[in-house]
């Protein structure tokens, strides 16, 4: 099947995942205001993250059911270690870009 687990978790991602990570990263950590805010953050994106494919299937004119089964597969088929890293990478995403907003953005 796989003959690594590098390989295995790299096989999870495709550019449109990490493109979603990166925005949906940018727009949670500039939203923040306070630290206590990151969990949330991070959770709202990750479920934004889950919900993209579907409108973005479904705005491409592929119908509805095939679409939303397609974003559930997309979070179940890759298994669970990338469904929990894609959580664990908006976390550090949004956590670093908010260190950086607070101690260089204006005060």
Request: hydrophobic share 60%; net charge positive.
């Amino acid at each position: 099947m796989y003959e690594t687990f590098g390989d295995r978790l790299a096989s999870g991602f495709t550019g449109f995942d990490w493109w979603l990570l990166i925005v949906l990263s940018l727009v949670a950590a500039l939203i923040m205001r306070k630290w206590p805010q990151w969990p949330a953050a991070a959770a709202i994106a990750f479920f934004a993250d889950a919900a993209a494919p579907f409108f973005y299937r479904w705005a491409t004119g592929v119908p509805p059911d095939f679409a939303f089964d397609f974003a559930i597969s997309r979070l179940d088929e890759r298994g669970g270690i990338v469904v929990l890293l894609r959580l664990a990478l908006y976390m550090i995403a949004i956590g670093g870009i908010f260190w950086v907003k607070r101690k260089y953005g204006r005060k």
